[in-house]
């Protein structure tokens, strides 16, 4: 499979500060691929410099092999769409989507061809006379992303570019954007902090933290085999709960918590006994009342502090008995436990290996 | 106290008179010129004697109307000139001075920027005759050095052109940077993104969406070049403009035909005023 | 090479864009005031020869003539300010805040239109009603107020008044501006905690309307400074405004090395005075010239 952008050792420091450290990471041609990060971990400066506006201060980037060093971004295969989409509003969304094409002094009926197709491509036969104020702000994204994806770039780049939208806009376009990325096969490279935007669109994820990647992986194995703390607490909800190794032996270590409950639990490096670690337990890991009958479950008694409801997404804030700790915990709307009550005591088990654990950093 | 506050009738009822009073202070004079433009007699003064366009029409001795009065109809002729010409040069030269503050970084940037609004706290009188001052020294110069004798040098129609240019170049800086900074500098990357080059991105983007300002600038930079007297008055030659010709007119007294002129000039400045205004309201 | 070719045209644009503001920065504005100030420091000898000296500035000094112009041009600029500002506020104030708003915009219209109008145009308008010949005296002897008529130009009172027109409009626009940026909670709030209106106009209304109130003030105080035509066409007819001592020594007395030092003076004078408001008011010049 061909590489479509190999960038190697990247670095960028502004002043003392160092924003992107030593990144390293290839992107194969037509996938997606996303940055996943906190605002200010460097995300929008790798990108930026991807894109050719920030010149790194080291490290070097291949677009299908080629040196990008001292090319100009107007000269570069790549596009990009911006956080606030940056359509011109003193032109048509034709003119707009045309802008790329004139640029390239391509004549003018190719140049109409082009932009009625890619306006059929993105849905919106018949808006090329509209001005951009005109339209709505979904149909604003299709356009900024037309204007892109006529000009054939190898990679797209995407600025975090359903930011600006309503919510429920947003997770249509969510589904829009896989669909048309699949449907053009162009590589799509698209940074965000919303995990969520993440996981559903693409094809790999890089976790990136304080200018460097925490994790690179597909969305199932961030979700369900963090590597690294960060990972786990920033993708996804999880329970963090902080213990001592009491007994370990090759992936299963016995844990025991500050609150003194023991439980069994995985761990992906090695831990010494006495050792000082975080564990992570996602809210839906954790069983309300398990069935008697599983005897390998971890199990521990809380009382239920609060009944959070929000549809399919309603959750129990609980603390284990004699502990202030509060935890998370998935309610599941089956009717089936709809006699919980606020200051119950109840029990929980978990599955050892829904948990896990790292060397407290 | 305000709208949304009760106010008692008295301070509504003072209010309101206050702002009557204000605005007859304002339009008085300019309405009494415009009434006595039409007033059949030979002094701009009351009584009233009937209506006539005698002031603007007539061409006898004694009674000669603005449209048949040489010296005026010349002058205005050379004011429009003077107009253009720095209607112009401030326009280019002000836009450049907005982009150049508002988008590039140099060293020494603040110094300049203090420089540029400087015209704004120099009384026109200082900048007429400075300007007169130096333009002559640089005649003395050429002519000591190279025997030149340069006719620009000396106060007369171009000399009036860069004196109203100096300081009208900083109004039209000052508009067009406004608007500048309202412009969102990613368009400018999105088109650099899209395979434009840096002039394809100004000639496109920036300065489009710099037009009503520019305009606007425009405008503002022809009015006020039409209008100066101070200082145009120490760096005029004999092609005089209309209002230092309205003003030796004026000092030394003179038939309603002032009051006519002052009509007409009424009329044009409020209607390019109004429209200038009617299209900056609509781009925004 | 290659490695710089996006850098350059970054340069490329600055020099576009740098030449010609430079040029006229230098030529139209820094070398005529050098020269003016050097011009100011030379006389000519009995025999006609320039030489340096002082003694345009000595003169000034020692004749109350010049002196006595300056203070006076001085201290009536700085009263037509504020009467400009007291007249001014209640007017931007009535605009934006007690108007309804659907006047708002028409009255603010109504408001720029004379002074699109030029200078000359409204001081004449002024001579016609005020002159002894004038449209007032004629109301006023028509309606038996006065038997004889009285000549209203061509005193300090009127003249005071002429420059307070002129300027006016300088003063209401920044206050329009600051005024309508005053949120009217702030104003609804102090009402409701029991401030009477002169305390909510010094604690709430002025404060708020320093930049615009600074801004105006300077450059009414420049206009009204450097003003020619108000003071020559409605105050006495002794040249007792300093812009007119200089036109008399350029134009008139054809000494322009004693009318580049009174030049000065006065551009000192207003420089003096511009920077003395910024700093007690805390405000910097190129924040408040917009």
Redesign the interface.
Known sequence: MQIDLSVIDITKKFDEFTAVERVSFEVNQGDFFSILGPSGCGKTTLLRMI?G?TEPTAGTIYIRGNDMAGI????RP???I???L??????TVEENIA??LQ??RENKADIRKKVRAILDRVELPGFGEKQIDQISGGQKQRVAIA??LV?NPTVLLLDEPLGALDLKLREQMKVELKKLQAQVGTTFIYITHDQSEALVMSDHVAVMNQGTFEQLDTPQNLYNKPQTPFVARFVGQNNAWSGTVHQGQERYHEIRTDEGLIFRTRAEEQLEPGQRVDLFLRPEAMLIQPDPGLTELNRFDVVVNSILFDGANSQLLVSPLNSRRELIVALPQNRQYDYIDEGDKIELGWDKDSGICFRER | ?????PNSRTY?LG?KL??IL??S?????????CI?AFNDSQ?????WKGFTLDWFLANVPGRVGIFHDRINLDSIWVSARVAFFVTILST??GT??A??FEQ?S?RFKQS????????????????G?????????LGIFFEESWGLDVRLFGPGFWLVV??Q??FI?TLVT?VVS?RLKKF?R??E????????????V?W??TL??LRPAIISGAAVAF?MS??N??TT??LVGPEAT??IN??LQ??DGSTPV??AI?FL??LC??S???TN?YFSKKQV | MKAFSGKL??Q???V???T???L??SL??????I??LL?SFRTEDDSGRLMWSLSNYMLFFREPIYWLTFVRTAVYSILVTFLTFV?AL??AF?IT????PRFQGFLT??????F??????????????LRE???IN??LLKTGILDRPVEMLYNDVTMIMGLV?TS?LFMVVPLIGVLESLD?SL??AA?DLGAN?WS?LIKIIIPHAVPGIVSGS??VF??T?????TP??MGGKNSLWF?EQ??NQ??ASFN?NQ??AF?FL??VL??LV?WVGLKLTNQK??KV??
């Open positions: 894109a506006f100009a971004p107007n000269k790549v596009n990009l911006f956080q606030q940056a359509l011109f509003p003193m032109m802008f790329g640029r390239r204007r892109c000009l | 106290m305000i709208r949304s506050l509504t209010f206050y702002i204000y605005f202070f304002l339009f008085a004079p300019l309405l009494v010129t006595l002094f701009p003064a009351l009584p280019t030269v450049c001075g982009f150049l590039e140099f300049l920027y203090f420089l540029m609004i400087a015209p704004l706290v120099i009384p026109g009188v200082i900048l005759i400075s300007i007169l001052v130096f333009s002559n020294s860069l004196g240019f100096s170049s000052l406004a969102d990613t368009l990357e999105a088109a650099m993104n899209l395979g434009a080059n840096r002039f394809e100004i496109h983007i489009k969406f009015l039409f209008e007297f101070n008055l120490f209309l209002p309205l003003y004026v000092r002032i009051n002052s000039l009424i400045t409020s390019v005023a109004l205004l | 045209h970054i490329w644009t600055l576009c864009f740098l010609p503001v430079v006229w920065l139209l504005i820094v070398l005529p005031h020269d003016l011009m007249i209640p007017v009535y805040k007690v108007a309804a219209l109504l408001l720029l239109l004379p699109w109008v030029s200078e000359l145009v409204r001081v004449y308008g002024w001579m016609i009603l010949s004038g449209v004629h109301f027109y006016m009217d104003i609804e009402y209106m909510i300077i450059v420049m206009l400074l450097g003003n020619y035509l020559n066409l812009t200089i036109y350029f134009i322009w009318g580049s030049g006065l551009l207003s420089s511009i010049l190129s010239v917009k």
